[in-house]
């Protein structure tokens, strides 16, 4: 009787959920949290323990299937099919202007988001809560190892929540943020870096880039938990850098252009830094050293460059990478390139 009131309790909050204004997230994670809590207590004040043990598997149960499939429903079919009462909240965009439909999904997905964050810290909370009611118990040994087992199946399920947690992250960069900031990386490889000296003072590209990312990240702060913002600000960063590699290897450099992307670089670096307050220029160490390779005088260089005693440098490059990098450059030629003597220590991981 127990488990069916709970059953239908946790799906009444759902059929209700509902976002209060202003508000990161729904009532769905609360109020789910409270069915499970009040269920449990009434559970343990019966002295039955296999009345309570049988409501701690029904609550891990009830996590794993119900719960966690309405918090992962908008990963599935967002931007329309939302948490929950959440749906009646984002209309279809198909006659929304573009930008509408945008902020609709940033809107969607960021609830998502702190939901699933809140959900794991309940979790948590719960469990807690559930060894200190444990502890306090007088009962005998056999009946103790009974709930402490059923117990370690609940702290089972925070496995699955916290890896559902990665993929609303994953999610939120690649449907809401990516979007907005790939336009501005692509303009790279759209103009030339075969540059002479006069061009060197052109900033167009990271002025438009940061103007991008300053929009991008203060709409995240806005849309996030502050728990979820800084690890999700340091994967989008990981992931700008990957865009940046690849409109590099679209393009062809000269010198001065391989010293233009270096100054680029570290323009772009300094200025995340600053704006997220997070050190994120290891997350560029890969197309930062691509364009100083693009920046050497010569082929041979890249030897003297990365021998053995160049000191305890990590290199993110391997010996593939670097003459794939040197092919880039146009005023190198290409057996020079192929008929490079590169040391063990290139490539090292």
Known sequence: MENYFMRETLQKAVSVDQIEEGQLISNLPDDAFFVFQKSLKRAFSSSNIDCSCA???????????????????????????????????????????????????????GVSCSNIEVSCQNIKR??????????LLKVD???????????????????PFQELRMNAIGHFIESAMLPDVIPAIDQFSTVSHVIEEEVMSDETFVQKLAISLSRIIDKTKSHLLASLYNETILQFTSEVADALEKQVFKSNFNQLGGVKLDRDLRQIVSFLSEKTEQPLRDKFTRVT???????LDRVGEVEDYWSLNSGPTRWYLTAKDIKGVLHLRKDFRPEDIETLKLSPRMGRH
């Open 55 to 109: 409501m701690i598997n029904n609550t891990s149960t009830l996590l794993l299937k119900e719960f966690k499939e309405e918090l992962e429903q908008p990963l599935i079919d967002q931007p329309t099919t939302q948490i929950g009462g959440i749906t009646d909240m984002f209309q279809s965009s198909a006659n929304k202007s573009s930008q509408t439909a945008s902020d609709d999904l940033w809107r969607t997905l």
């Open 141 to 159: 040994e056999i009946s103790r190892a009974k709930l402490e087992t059923c117990l370690a199946e609940l702290c089972s399920t925070t496995g």
């Open 126 to 135: 719960l469990i807690q809560q559930l060894q200190s009611e444990i502890s």
């Open 289 to 295: 050293q691509m364009a100083i390779i693009l920046s």
